[in-house]
């Protein structure tokens, strides 16, 4: 038993070393992981930004939660039509263009009325938008890397996205409103320019 479990763990283990020299041998298969790692990056980094930065936000913090629970679930519920009408890559694009707009609409610096401004709607639009593209990007991937490197490829891509959620709730409780608009949005920018030459 325990020579038949040895067995299994250096299979694993050559299996992953093959999966990285494949990674470096196949330029197209290592550009398009690099693209999703970056994209899982930025989506993640904005998803858990907006999750733990709410307070910051909205004036209350309860509204802005319950508010952002609203926007998670409507984008859950449009990325899936939205995916099987226009397809994966232009949906992701779309949604992307959403949430680099939004972002960069939030560093306006007006009142809206007593307690809202520009940056807290915007960022309240932008959810739909993120959390639209978190579930569009986990499809995505999966259909985009061949059968045999699938898994390395999806647990790479969610490593670089462990990276953006701690990044995010960071940037948003010690930045600025407009430097926090112009990081996001900025990245949002790029991730969409990376999903465009995928």
Known sequence: MVLEDLGKARARKQGFLQR?????????????TLIQMFLW???????????????????????GYVL??????????IVFPLITRIGRRRAIT???VGVAAFNLIAILDLKLGKDWTV?????????????????????WTLELA??????????????????GSFLGPYIFNNL???????????????????ALGS
């Open 41 to 63: 990056f930025v989506v993640v980094m904005s998803y858990y930004g907006f999750n733990f930065g709410w307070g910051s936000i909205v004036s209350n913090r309860y509204l």
């Open 146 to 163: 061949p059968t045999s490197h699938r898994g390395f490829v999806f647990s790479i891509s969610s490593s670089a996205a462990r990276v």
């Open 94 to 96: 779309l949604l992307l």
């Open 119 to 139: 940056e807290s709607v915007c960022s309240l639009i932008s959810v739909i938008f993120i959390s639209g593209s978190l579930s569009g990007i986990c499809l």
């Open 68 to 77: 952002g629970s609203i926007g998670h679930l409507l984008g859950s519920l």
């Open 176 to 194: 600025k409103p407009s430097l926090t608009g112009c990081a996001l949005g900025g990245l949002a920018f790029l991730a969409l320019l990376c």
């Open 20 to 32: 990285l020299v494949d990674l470096c041998s196949y330029p197209s298969l290592l550009l398009e």
